[in-house]
């Protein structure tokens, strides 16, 4: 098929070539991304990340993750399981990889944190080459930022041996809660230690007696090294432009507790068997740690580099270079304290010039229809449980990333996520796509006529008298949203990027609801037909490098539809896909959820809670009438603005709205229920659903404003 595409440098991304690993080149921007490696204990968790922007603005970018699979969670689940640590870290490496590859994650690698480059470490003399995690381990002890603390520690006299911290269970000290962990409390999410829980309790045998014996572990001196890493986090948090955090606040504050009161020198060693050995050179005299292994938050972080060096055997010149890489690191709220405060102290201590964090991207929580998710108590949907749905990945990308707590707890909702599908998905997004892909190939077989403009960008400013334009604002207002787009991509602003997506698809519609396209302008206005053609396919054309980050199947299959490789992201609408292009095959890239699933679905995936929520959802149908309550089962998922924050500015947006919404839904009513001469045109319903998204996005960016504003 011929192509007819504008052969401007900077249009086309830069794919790498297949076998060649990617590698950062000085005077170039570098972009290093990692997301926090998941326990590799249990089913995987439904975590999207998005590095692929950096792709679309053809920056050298490498984009790391593997199964955290060393430390008490691993062995305490085999335990469970009745298998070996190895066993199970295989099992669910292999679990974890499958479903983060059916989700589209586009990581360069996968890797795990049990590789010779992360542990193997042979007696031999100083000189010798050691590996990643136990040369760190030395080097701090090389620079005297080590010493040896003898303490009382839980001792199971059932078990024989000490307990390390997730082997014991108890009440917590601060908060009260009867099952918190020997190393944090889930409740109040203090760090603790087992010996400060009442009423200690074996995991093996909550029958086995307790009690505490003296044993020795190596701290590292975190109180020494705390002057630079304050320096430090204060530098990159200006630098990287951080969002607001457990931290450090907005005015640059550091108000993370444990540093405010002035670090303590910290365990890095673990009574356990399953772990990184704590290495020991020849001819040393013992410190007695030749049993011990390494605590998993001092191993698990150096997973980012010894995956890397699994990668290529050039990693340093991705972890050994902060001037010319810049590291990028996504994660939940409870895993701040480990990259900001504990494993910087760490890179520091060692002294060597290591590529620290950049940008910090963390999210709140996302909680589970009307509770909490919970594995153990099967209640939410999983990775695999996802996939099983039978719903395509790109749906599930959408709704999770939509719903990203970026700064407040979200819901997830299954009367939200059908919607998602349905009316933004379906209706808006992937209607424009296939109205003009269609209208093409019916129209013109396939091949892209001439509406007279000349490649390169459209010109934004027009005569909004012109009776041959009839939406003279269509090409500024775009390149607003463009604009608007790449600014929230820039600050990862993920969510509200991704609104901007659906914003500018939804003005797609409106224009060309206001241009008529149909048989008749054809007919009539053949050159304004071509031009309005012309005009949406490049907007479909800049969509496809847009969605990219969040959807890249969806984002293949538009490439595949109109017959072109994968773009950058514009920062301007323009003319690129030229007159005489042959598209591709249409297709429809969303198909319609039942809103029956969602009771379905409810059932399948609410655990013990399930039967009695769905019997309250189907009594509550009852009382009103049998009507489907499709809008409020949307509505509960979205997080709850705090009253006190809310500004003039927001409550105005939030008051237009619900005036937009009401209109929107009258409208679809009308379209159900009126006789034909009174039904509302499709435009009508289109240009109302595109000024609502409109709003949306702007109430998005006031709320984002005020929480930035809260958390400082």
């Known amino acids: 098929m011929a192509q ?12 790498p070539k297949e076998g060649e690993p990617i590698l950062p080149e000085p005077g170039e921007e570098n972009i290093l991304i990692t997301s926090a490696l998941p326990y590799c204990n249990n089913v995987p968790h439904l975590v999207p990340s998005v590095p692929t922007y950096n792709r679309t603005r053809n920056r050298r970018t490498l984009y790391v993750c593997g199964t955290d699979e060393y430390g008490t969670a691993t062995e305490t689940q085999a335990l469970k399981e009745g298998i070996t640590p190895q066993a199970l870290c295989d099992k669910y490496y292999a679990l974890h990889k499958e479903t983060y590859q059916w989700f589209d994650i586009g990581f360069d690698h996968f890797g795990r944190t049990s590789t010779p480059a992360q542990t193997e470490y042979v007696v031999a003399p100083a000189s010798s080459k050691r590996q990643i995690c136990q040369e760190v381990y030395l080097n701090l002890k090389d620079h005297n930022l080590l010493e040896k603390q003898t303490k009382e520690q839980t001792y199971c006299e059932g ?3 000490f307990l390390a911290d997730r082997f014991v269970e108890g009440t917590c000290p601060n908060c009260g809660y009867d099952d918190a962990r020997g190393d944090q409390c889930d409740a109040c999410s203090r760090t603790l230690d087992p010996t400060d829980l009442i009423n200690p309790r074996c995991l093996v045998d909550k029958s086995h007696k307790i009690t505490t014996k ?5 701290y590292v001196k975190l109180d020494e090294i705390q002057p630079r890493l304050e320096e430090w986090i204060k530098r990159s948090w200006k630098e990287g432009k951080w969002s607001p955090n457990a931290t450090i606040n907005a005015d640059g504050e550091i108000v993370d507790a444990r540093v405010k009161a002035g670090l303590r020198p910290s365990p890095l060693t673990r009574d356990l068997q399953w772990g990184v050995p704590v290495p020991v050179r020849e001819g040393e005299v013992s410190d007695g740690m030749e049993k011990k292994v390494l605590y998993v938050w001092f191993d698990a972080p150096f997973g980012y580099p010894s995956i890397t060096a699994n990668y290529t055997p050039e990693w340093k010149r991705w972890w050994f270079d902060h001037k010319n890489v810049r590291l990028f690191q996504f994660m939940g709220k409870d895993n701040v304290y480990f990259h900001t405060v504990f494993w910087p102290s760490i890179l520091l201590g060692d002294g060597r010039d290591w590529t620290t964090l950049h940008h910090l991207s963390t999210t709140e929580y996302l909680q ?3 509770g909490k998710f919970s594995k153990s108590r099967n209640v939410g949907v ?3 449980g996802a996939r099983e749905t039978g719903v395509p990945a790109s749906v599930w990308r959408y709704y999770l990333l939509s719903t990203r707590p970026e700064n407040q707890d979200s819901v997830f909702s299954w009367g939200e996520f059908i919607a998602a599908n349905n009316n933004i998905l379906l209706n808006n997004f992937g209607n424009f796509v296939n109205r003009v892909v269609r209208f093409i190939h019916a129209k013109f077989d396939g091949v892209l006529p001439d509406g007279g403009d000349e490649s390169g960008p459209y010109a934004a400013d027009t005569d909004p008298q012109d009776p041959n334009n009839p939406d003279p604002t269509f090409v500024s207002e775009v390149n607003q949203l463009l ?3 790449v600014s929230a991509m820039e600050s ?4 509200l990027a991704l609104q901007h997506v659906m914003a500018i698809s939804a003005r797609g519609n409106v224009y060309l609801q206001r241009s008529n396209l149909g048989n008749a302008l054809l007919a009539e206005h053949p050159k304004l037909c071509a031009q309005t053609l012309a005009r949406a396919l490049n907007l479909i054309y800049a969509l496809s490098a847009l969605i990219h980050p969040f959807m890249p199947a969806t984002s293949r299959e538009i490439l595949e539809q109109i017959n072109a490789p994968p773009r950058t992201v514009p920062l301007v609408l323009s003319h690129d896909i030229l007159a005489g292009h042959t598209l591709g095959r249409p297709g429809y890239l969303f198909t319609k959820i039942d809103d029956a699933k969602a009771d379905e679905w409810r059932l399948r995936f609410g655990g013990n809670q399930a039967v009695a929520a769905t019997s309250a959802t189907k009594e509550a149908g009852k009382k009103k009438g049998g009507k489907k309550e499709k809008s409020g089962a949307a509505a509960s998922s979205a997080p709850k603005f705090p009253e006190e924050l809310k500004t003039e500015e927001i409550r105005e947006v939030e008051a237009q709205i619900k005036t937009q919404g009401d209109t929107v839904r009258q409208l679809k009513e009308k379209q159900k229920s009126g006789q034909e001469g009174e039904k509302p045109s499709i435009d009508d319903v289109e240009i109302a659903v595109a000024e609502l998204l409109r709003l949306k996005s702007h109430l998005a ?12």
């Open 4 to 15: 007819k595409i504008n052969p401007a440098p900077g249009i086309f991304m830069n794919l």
């Open 159 to 161: 078990c024989a041996k």
């Open 214 to 218: 003296s044993t020795s572990h190596m």
């Open 368 to 370: 589970y229809e009307s």
């Open 382 to 384: 999983f990775g695999p």
């Open 483 to 485: 604009s608007e787009y």
């Open 492 to 495: 990862v602003r993920l969510r």
């Open 701 to 712: 960016e006031f709320q984002q404003k005020e929480l930035e504003k809260a958390k400082a």
